[in-house]
């Protein structure tokens, strides 16, 4: 199958949506013919050049999305010169769901809408079937060969390397300092043997009130863009998402990161979460931020028997990808039996 990948590329994956082309796109071309386009280069002539050329029988784009991505999706269906080529928009975001409150946004998705539009939340899914768009769950993965547990050495050896306190707790949190993520929370867990550990990438612009926040109460924060981010996991006792709903993509990568890791994990209620994966085994849920320190808390007496690999091993990207190629052979099925006498 050929199959166009639309999207932001880029070496450093250090943004969700990057991570979720970057991956699809590997896995999908084991088996199929994929081109890349990168969304950035929309305004250039070889992007077009490039995409009539290859003819592609699928054409996905994977944004928030927005209102441009419906616009650019249905201009590359055109520019493909391919009558029979499927569409399909993966919505990674619940800001777009916000977009389509306003009924003159709602109107446009509606004519614009693809052959399939991906959501990565049951929630959401209901809404976008409930305007008539053909829609289908599929949720993100992870690089479970890349992300794996450490042994007792190779922690230490880490922690060695990174200039991290072999007798400290390391409660670690991935992700963009930046206001409505509630980071702050993190602040209450800096005490004792604690260290509270914030890698945050440079993609958006840092908000300095959170990060000073951090910083002041003892949190180490390191900004910088790690190729092997897989060891800053490796070399951590505990991952922590305090991040409220809707300041996220629907089903957030460093939690599942975090568990392939075999890390346990306190988490707020996310949406995506709950439904993915059950409390236990080292995946505990909260209800509120004061609820954080004593989930923790109770990692830390090692009563817990921690197996949330095990739990995450289902969302390899292999095997959502392969839950993909079957939602593209659907829409070309549906079209050879539309075409039938």
Known sequence: MKICIVGEFSRELNEGVKNINCFLSRELQRDNDVLRLDVTKALSFRFWKRLHAFKPDVIHCVSGPSLKSF?????????????????????????????????????????????????????????????????????????????????????????????????????????????????????????????????????FETDAEVRNALVESGCLVWQDYFEHVEDIYALSDCYVFPVLRGATIFSPLSVLEAMSCNLPVVSTKHDTLLTSFREGGGLLFVEQDRDIPKAVAEIKTHSIDVDT??????????????????????LRRAQEGAASP
């Open 71 to 203: 616009v650019l999706l249905k201009c590359a269906y055109y520019a493909a010169a391919n009558k029979s080529a499927k569409t399909v928009m993966s919505a990674v975001h619940p800001y777009f769901f916000t977009l389509l409150r306003n009924p003159l946004t709602r109107a446009l998705v509606l004519i614009l809408k693809p052959d399939l539009l991906l959501t990565q939340s049951q929630r959401a899914l209901r809404k976008l079937k409930g305007l008539s768009l053909h829609a289908a769950y599929l949720p993100n993965g992870v690089d479970t060969e890349k992300f794996d547990e450490a042994p007792i050495s190779v922690k230490n050896a880490l922690r060695t390397e990174y200039g991290i306190d072999h007798d400290k707790f390391v409660i670690l949190h991935v992700g963009h300092l930046i206001q409505g993520r509630n980071l702050k929370a993190l602040r209450d867990l800096q005490h004792g043997d604690n260290q509270v550990l914030v890698v945050a990438s440079a993609h």
């Open 309 to 330: 690999r095990t739990k995450v091993l289902p969302y390899s990207w292999q095997s959502i990808t392969t839950t993909l190629e079957g939602l593209y052979e659907s």
